[in-house]
Structures are given as structure tokens and as C-alpha cells.
């Protein structure tokens, strides 16, 4: 890897070691394709760690990719140089991009053989990932529907919210009291024969059904609250229930259909996602272990920070300018986001 072998040690592993270097230009790389990210890691010790424990996991990964990952890598790899050479002839996109390059000496050719790397990891990572899924079970499948089956029933509703808070704001609306009193009017009126067009769209908090009638139609009842999907689940069909109180509010619920699912009727894409379910932790702990099995040690120096020196313990002490820095930072990531292009 570029840098490799020059400057100090910041990880050593099974008798590797990342230096200060090496780290420097991946970093740089990363600021380009995640400003944000970078951001967050020059601001918090312990996520540059993390982003550097990867960084080792990569390259790991990267040794076991197969000859024709590997050449989707360069390709892709070789796409990406050019992309960034491209924006560097762009006078206007090229004083934010160089500047992240010139923190670490990193050169288009370097950022094309770290790519290949990533992206050589990247798809090892992905058939490591197909061999979980793969070795999951039609038995653990049907074991994890079981689980809640409710959740897959498929349900047709229609609602009024009326909340105590803004959806938006989270600012307060009403108290509860005030919220149930509303919710049991508009019950009433609905009882009465009253439109759920009109209604909702004159008494719901939800926009995401007050200007179709408060209709959600055919969902997954396990896409809902815990108080809303039991009401979707187990209200008479036809009946406009009593109000049901949730995190967001009182709700005014009919249930218009409800198709109660067995494990047999369930479409292939639910039990796709049931899968997905399964194999996705365990893929994570998969390479939570082999991380934890490089006994990787950590060796970054600590970023001098103001609160470090005497000036910052004056400020420290007078609280002034508490959070100032992050609002400094807070337009870096519109610069970065353009160098991320040449990633996509």
C-alpha cells in the first residue's frame, strides 16, 4: 500500500504494522469519498480507531479476493483515477479536492492502488457474506417467522393521528387529555357517517395519509408501533375502534382488511428478507470475530486539542466558546461531498 513501511507504527498485527504514513493517505482517501465521516474522526479519538481496525480488516479481506474480484477492482479502480484527474483539471472543484490530497502527499496513482484494494475487499466481503446467507435454512427461516408471525399479516387501514406532538418539530400540540378528547370527536363524527376524506384531511397529524383519507394500504403489520400494529392485528374488521394511544399520539383506527399469514403463504421476497434477517448479524459477527482475532494494537497519537494547552484551559474554564468548534466545521462536508464524486 502506498506509505507502507514509512514513518511510525500506529497498529501492529500478527507481525504487520500500519504507519502513521500509510494511515495518513488512506485517510486522506476517505476524507474524499466520506468528508463527514473524516470529519467526525479528527473530532473523536475512538472512531478513528475503528476506522483504522478496518482499514487492517480490508486489507485482509483484500489478500483473499479471487482473481476476478480482482480485476473488477482494477477496472473499477482505474475508472475512479480517472474520475478524480478530471475533477483536478477543474479549477473549481480542484481547490477543494487538493487540498485533502496535499495533507498526506497522496497522488492519484496512490488513491487508484487503495481503491483496488478497498474494492477488492469490498467484494470478498460480499461472497464471504453468500456463503452465511447460503448455509441459512428453510427451517431457520420458518423458526424466525414464528417468531411473530402477526407481524407478516397484510392489513389495509385507515387512521386519523391526532398527535401531541409535531411529526416535524417534535414541538408539543396538545396534551394528551386534549389529544383523546379530539380523537373520540372525530370518532364520533366518523360513527355519524362523516367522510374519512374530509376528516382526515381536517383532523390528522399524519402526513402521510391525511390527503388520501388516512388509507395505508396493504402493509405489513410489522412496519407499524407496537399499540398500532395490535389494533391492526386483532380489531374487528369494518369497526372503527376506541382511540389508541402511541409514542406519536391518539390514532382513530378502521381496519378495512386483514390477510392473516401462515409460514406457507408467505411470498419468496418475505422470506428473502427473513434470510436477510438472519445472515446479516451473523455476518457481522463473522468479522467482528476476525478482527478480534488479529489482536490488533492501536498506537494513534492524541490530536492536541485547545483544552490541552493553557489557553484552552482558560476557555475550558469560562465555557465560552463550548461547541464553537463543530459549528466551524459544520460546512466542511458541501466541499468534500463534490471530491466524493469520483467514487461514484
Do not use: C
Amino acid at each position: 500500500m502506498p506509505g507502507e513501511g514509512q514513518g511510525e507504527p500506529v497498529a501492529t498485527y500478527q507481525g504487520k504494522t500500519v504507519t502513521d504514513v500509510e494511515f495518513g493517505k488512506y485517510m486522506s482517501l476517505f476524507e474524499l469519498m466520506s468528508p463527514m465521516d473524516a470529519m467526525l474522526a479528527d473530532a473523536i479519538p475512538e472512531y478513528k480507531e475503528q476506522i483504522l481496525k478496518r482499514y487492517i480488516l480490508y486489507k485482509e479481506y483484500a489478500a483473499k479476493a479471487n482473481g476476478d474480484d480482482r480485476k473488477e477492482a482494477a477496472e473499477n479502480a482505474a475508472e475512479f483515477r480517472k474520475n478524480l484527474e478530471q475533477m483536478l483539471g477543474d479549477e473549481s472543484r480542484k481547490e477543494t479536492i487538493e487540498p485533502i490530497l496535499e495533507k498526506s502527499n497522496l497522488t492519484s496513482k496512490e488513491a487508484e492502488r487503495m481503491m483496488k484494494m478497498l474494492i477488492s475487499a469490498e467484494l470478498a466481503i460480499e461472497r464471504k457474506y453468500e456463503e452465511i446467507r447460503d448455509a441459512v435454512t428453510e427451517d431457520e427461516i420458518r423458526a424466525e417467522f414464528e417468531k411473530a408471525p402477526s407481524d407478516y399479516n397484510i392489513v389495509t387501514v385507515r387512521h386519523i393521528l391526532v398527535a401531541t406532538a409535531d411529526p416535524a418539530t417534535g414541538e408539543e400540540l396538545r396534551t394528551e387529555e386534549e389529544a383523546l378528547a379530539r380523537a373520540k370527536e372525530v370518532r364520533a363524527k366518523l360513527i355519524a357517517g362523516g367522510s374519512w376524506d374530509e376528516l382526515a384531511a381536517e383532523y390528522s397529524d399524519d402526513p402521510g395519509s391525511k390527503t388520501n383519507g388516512g388509507r395505508y394500504a396493504d402493509e405489513r403489520a410489522g412496519r407499524w408501533v407496537d399499540a398500532f400494529k395490535q389494533a391492526a392485528n386483532t380489531q374487528p374488521v369494518g369497526v372503527i375502534g376506541e382511540p389508541v394511544l402511541t409514542e406519536f399520539g391518539y390514532h382513530v383506527i378502521l381496519v378495512e382488511k386483514r390477510e392473516e399469514m401462515t409460514y406457507d403463504k408467505l411470498p419468496q421476497e418475505t422470506k428473502d428478507e427473513i434470510l436477510a434477517s438472519i445472515a446479516g448479524p451473523r455476518a457481522e459477527e463473522a468479522m467482528r470475530q476476525e478482527l478480534e482475532a488479529l489482536g490488533i494494537e492501536i498506537n494513534l497519537p492524541r490530536e492536541e486539542t485547545p483544552s490541552d494547552g493553557e489557553d484552552g484551559e482558560a476557555e475550558g474554564e469560562s465555557g465560552a466558546d463550548d461547541g464553537a468548534g463543530e459549528a466551524d466545521g459544520a460546512g466542511g462536508g458541501s466541499e468534500g461531498d463534490a471530491a466524493g464524486e469520483a467514487a461514484e
